[in-house]
Structures are given as structure tokens and as C-alpha cells.
């Protein structure tokens, strides 16, 4: 169970971080907190993208390579999102609660536990490197290219998982702009070091895997320093360790809140499988096609995304300080300027995707593919903000079931079925399809979850 109560006593940091979450009008917090983290989700988005752009000059297998090894990434981050979400979800109750001492306890065992796992990542990948490739979709065209890029990407899981880790822990504590710090340098070098190695050393798709690795490892020495000199509201250190019999349960309480991240995360890796595979079906300019539409969107989700990592810790940390008004407050906000953010992107992308497409790849094949592919999802995308913020929502107030459900459903529960069945029935059309009816599908579901929510906090609101 959580640690509950109230600590006065609280001075310093953690004070002042309090009277910030708890205190500053609604929309300008969250906007505080979603500028930085925004700027985050693009760089990083930005940077995968820059992988993309310079690897698919290499050629079309090698560009389809990008979109097989993305399925191994999505692993690492699913690990790392979830241990980080799962930790950060409990840390922002328990500040709210003013309870510092047990979210350090939170903290501490949740990063050893992530680098620890992505150890158990990269070992396994590494060992059984071939199969692994042509499980995760790729042909025998595609495997050389693949092989060159995931051996490094695999070597930086452990560092990766930190580094998702430290991340989620910084926005969860209301401290996006340390987190922005951390991603963006990374970002960046792993921009400029693609070219360079890609071409500049004749490297390959070698070079942009080894681009990712680099940048990831100063992505994390730059966000573990922050706790190192104390900088963030949470420690890091064994010395924060609960005793040996409760280090079980507490990583047990952090797999159980973020178990939503697993579900959305890990779902996304299986579904970006399954979409590789049935792809290859059709030759290997739909796989790059897919590649390429899966950066672009990634990119404009990833707005939707960081104002949601805006939210999270706002929703987390008055639902613990049992202010929820600000907490409904915060949901319509979050939700209506998702909306519209989205709404305005995907009408440019609707429109110009060949022109977007061909920025990419230049070949006929993948700009046909990919404009089609686009389109589709362009007309779901505007959704995402009802599906993001309503299970960013339920995960931040420790509704770890729904927010499961929910997290399944856009990746797993109606993806999965999708996948095999349009494509079935209307062949590469359906296939095409099958993201974009998944989304509208997920927003739906969500609608119920969240009014039946806002409907108790009003309840409980009025009762104070």
C-alpha cells in the first residue's frame, strides 16, 4: 500500500515544488510543464526521424530496417517507460501527500530496476541476434541492414531504460525543463553524428545505430546528474533502499502502475511486428512506407504526448492533495488543446503527404505507399487527444485497471483483430487502414472511462 499522510515539515525544494503544482492557475501550469516537455517528444522524434531520412538514402531495404529495429526499440522503451511511469505515478500521489522520504524509496528502487532490465534486454538480443530480426519482420533483403543497426541500439538498452526512466521521474516531480535539458542535447548530437558516421566513415546503417547509442549515454549522464547534485525534488541512492523484504513489493507496486505504460508501450512494439510482417507480404517499399509514416506521426503525436507528460504530474499531484476540481480543470484543458494542436496537423499532413513522403524517399513505390498510409491516419489523429489524456488520467490517479484496458485497446485489443482481418478482406487498402480504424475505435471506449471519472470527482468535490 502507499504511504499516506501529510509532512508539514517540508522545506526547501519540495515546498516550493508543492506550492507550484498545487497552487498556479491551471492552464499556466500546465502549459509550464507541456512547452518543455513538447520540445522533448519532438527532438526526440526528430532524432528517430533523422535516421530515417539518412538511412533511407542507403536504399530501400536499408530505410525498411529502420522500421524493423524500431520494434526492438519500442521493447526497450516499453521497459523504460514503464518502470519510469509506474515510479512517477506513485512519486507525484506521494508528493502531493508531502511524503518525500517514501518517494525517494520509490525512486531509488525503480532506476536500479530499469537499467537492470535492460540488461535483460540486450544479453538475449544480442545472443540470438538473426532470429530476433526476422521475428520482428524483416526479410532476408532486410536483414544485413537491420543486423548492423540493432547491435547497437541492443549494447544501449540498459543505458536507454535509464534514461526513459530519469526522464518520466523528472516530469513526474513537475520539472519538464530539466528533462527538456537531457533529451534535446542528446537529440541534437545524434543528429549531427548520423551524417558523420552514416556517410562521413562509411558506417551504414551501422552509423545511425551507433548516432542513437551516443546520444543516449549523454542523455543519461546529463539527467542522472541532476539527482546527483540534488537538483530534482527525489534521491537516488541504495541508502534510500526500503529493507531487503519490502524491495520485492515495492518493484512489485511500480510494475503494477505502470503496467498501462507496458500495455501501451509493449502493445505498440507487437503491433509494429505484426504490421512489418503482414507489409513484407506486399515487397519491401509498403515496409519502408510504413517506416516513414510511423516517424511522421510518432512526431505529430508526440505533441499530444508531451502536453499529457505536462498533465500527468498536475493530475497526480492535486488528486493527492485531494484538490479535484484543479484535476478536472486540468482534463478539459489538456483535452481541448490536444485537440486542436492535432487537428491542425493532420489537416497540413492530409494534404500535402506526398510532398512529405518524398522529403523522405525519393522513390516512386514508397512516396505511393506512404501517402496512402498517411492519409488514413490523418484522419484518426486528431482522436489521440481523448485517448491519451483519458488514460494519462486514469494512470496518474492510480486507476492502474482502466488505464491497463485503456492502454490495450489502440495497440492490442482492436489493432491486433484489425491487422489480420482487413487486410484479409481488402487487401493493401485494409492494411493501410487498419491504424487509422483502430484509433477512432480506442477514442470510443475511452469516452465512458473518463466521464464516469469526472462524475465521481465532481461527487467528491462537492462533498468537501
Known amino acids: 500500500m502507499e504511504e499516506t499522510g501529510t509532512f508539514p515539515q517540508l522545506t526547501g525544494t519540495s515546498k516550493s515544488q508543492y506550492q507550484t503544482m498545487t497552487q498556479t492557475p491551471v492552464p499556466r501550469l500546465i502549459t509550464r510543464l ?10 526526440s522524434s526528430l532524432y528517430n526521424m533523422a535516421d530515417t531520412f539518412f538511412v533511407a538514402r542507403i536504399g530501400t531495404s536499408a530505410g525498411a530496417a529502420v522500421g524493423v529495429v524500431f520494434s526492438a526499440m519500442a521493447v526497450i522503451q516499453a521497459v523504460g517507460f514503464t518502470v519510469g511511469m509506474g515510479s512517477g505515478s506513485i512519486l507525484s500521489r506521494l508528493l502531493g501527500q508531502q511524503n518525500t522520504e517514501a518517494g525517494n524509496r520509490v525512486v531509488s528502487v525503480g532506476f536500479f530496476m530499469a537499467v537492470f532490465l535492460g540488461l535483460c534486454i540486450a544479453v538475449p538480443g544480442l545472443l540470438f541476434l538473426d532470429p530476433f530480426m526476422l521475428f520482428l519482420g524483416s526479410t532476408e533483403t532486410i536483414l544485413p541492414f537491420a543486423k548492423s543497426y540493432a547491435v547497437w541500439i541492443l549494447t544501449g538498452a540498459p543505458l536507454m531504460c535509464g534514461s526513459f526512466f530519469l526522464n518520466n521521474i523528472l516530469r513526474a516531480e513537475g520539472r519538464a525543463a530539466f528533462s527538456m535539458i537531457g533529451l534535446t542535447a542528446g537529440g541534437f548530437l545524434n543528429i549531427l553524428l548520423d551524417p558523420l558516421l552514416i556517410f562521413g566513415f562509411g558506417m551504414g546503417t551501422a552509423g545511425a545505430g551507433a548516432a542513437t547509442l551516443v546520444s543516449q549515454a549523454v542523455s543519461f549522464c546529463i539527467l542522472l546528474q541532476f539527482f546527483l547534485r540534488k537538483k530534482s525534488a527525489s534521491r537516488i541512492s541504495v541508502r534510500c533502499f526500503p529493507p531487503a523484504r519490502d524491495v520485492l513489493p515495492q518493484a512489485g507496486r511500480i510494475i503494477a502502475n505502470g503496467f498501462p505504460s507496458l500495455c501501451r508501450q509493449g502493445l ?48 497526480g499531484f492535486n488528486y493527492g492533495a485531494g484538490k479535484y476540481s484543479r484535476v478536472r480543470a486540468a482534463y478539459r484543458f489538456t483535452l481541448k488543446s490536444g485537440f486542436l494542436l492535432l487537428a491542425a496537423a493532420s489537416a497540413v499532413l492530409f494534404l500535402f503527404a506526398p510532398q512529405v513522403i518524398a522529403v523522405f ?104
Request: aromatic fraction near 8%.
Open 361 to 464: 524517399s525519393g522513390q516512386r513505390e514508397v512516396v505511393a505507399a506512404g501517402t496512402a498510409i498517411l492519409r488514413w491516419q490523418c484522419a484518426a489523429l486528431p482522436f489521440h487527444a481523448g485517448i491519451v489524456t483519458t488514460n494519462m488520467l486514469m494512470q496518474a490517479t492510480g486507476k492502474t485497471v482502466t488505464a491497463a484496458f485503456l492502454s490495450s485497446n489502440r495497440q492490442g485489443s482492436f489493432f491486433l483483430p484489425l491487422v489480420l482481418v482487413l487486410p484479409a478482406v481488402f487487401g493493401l487498402r485494409g492494411l493501410e487502414a487498419v491504424q487509422g480504424v483502430s484509433d477512432f475505435l480506442s477514442f470510443l471506449a475511452a469516452i465512458p472511462f473518463a466521464v464516469s471519472f469526472l462524475r465521481k470527482l465532481k461527487q467528491k468535490e462537492d462533498r468537501n
Open 34 to 43: 507541456a512547452v518543455p516537455t513538447v520540445v522533448s517528444m519532438l527532438v
Open 268 to 315: 505498440s512494439s507487437i503491433s509494429v511486428v505484426m504490421l512489418n510482417r503482414r507489409a513484407a507480404l506486399y515487397g519491401d517499399a509498403v515496409v519502408a512506407g510504413f517506416a516513414v509514416v510511423l516517424r511522421i506521426t510518432m512526431f505529430v503525436a508526440s505533441v499530444m504526448i508531451g502536453i499529457g507528460q505536462g498533465f500527468t504530474p498536475v493530475a
